[in-house]
């Protein structure tokens, strides 16, 4: 009996030195295997939030097409805000 738990300590020390020889292997490993399975419980498709405006913030209207949008996320040159840079493209 003694000798089986001599023969698991030794396999045991043996697998603690090589998974700290191959640590940084093994840890990119466990993230490549998190993003794989994160990947397939989506189906492979990322979900693109909007934030919604903070009550009180501010709108400002496009110059180009009008369409109103928060300050923060609006684009401004000068007095003009723009909704996007396809806006300020096409007003230039």
Do not use: N
């Not at 030794?10 to 640590?23: N, S």
């Amino acid at each position: 009996m003694r000798e089986v738990f001599l023969i698991l300590g030794v396999i045991a020390v043996l697998l603690a030195l090589t998974a700290i020889r191959y640590r940084r292997q093994l840890v990119v490993g466990y993230q490549i295997w998190k993003t794989l399975k994160a990947a397939r419980e989506t189906g492979g498709h990322t979900e693109i939030r909007k934030t919604a405006p903070k009550p009180g913030e501010r709108l400002v209207k496009c110059h180009r097409c009008g369409i109103w949008k928060p300050r923060s996320s609006a684009i401004t040159l000068g007095a003009s805000a723009y909704c996007s840079s396809k806006c300020v493209e096409d007003s230039v």
